[in-house]
């Protein structure tokens, strides 16, 4: 029975959309290690930037896996995961373009500086 077990497992293993996507997995796992480590040197918890582009990359890869294998609900789940993902990013470039702006008016005095607050 373990024999059997073993030699599907070394099979599976040597297929390369089944490599791809344990990569796919690898890959989604590394953003709770990177928020893991963020989190660590801040002692509070924290979400990097990275921790959104390793979700999108991770997302998307193992969308792609669900798509080869034909598998309509785990595509459906990773399509719109990868909605929500690309949508922080954009409220993340967002908030930091903004930021930026403000900075710079400020540096021109172009506004009122009681009007300028960072938000945290």
């Not at 582009?53 to 990868?82: E, I, W």
């Not at 930026?100 to 938000?119: F, K």
Request: positive net charge; contains cysteine; proline residues 2%.
């Amino acid at each position: 029975m373990f024999q059997d077990l073993w030699q599907w497992v070394f099979g599976e293993l040597q297929r390369p959309l089944v490599i791809f996507g344990f990569a796919a997995q690898f890959i989604f796992f590394m953003r709770f290690v990177v928020q893991w480590i963020s989190s660590e040197r801040r002692k509070r918890s924290h979400i990097p930037v990275a921790f959104w582009y390793l979700s999108l990359c991770g997302g998307l890869m193992t969308f792609v896996y669900a798509l080869l294998r034909k598998d309509l609900v785990f595509m459906t789940a990773q399509a719109l995961s990868v909605m929500i993902y690309v949508r922080n990013l954009m409220l993340i470039h967002q908030r930091r373009s903004d930021i930026r702006g403000r900075r710079r008016a400020r540096l021109l005095g172009d506004v009122d500086n009681d009007n300028l607050e960072d938000p945290a």
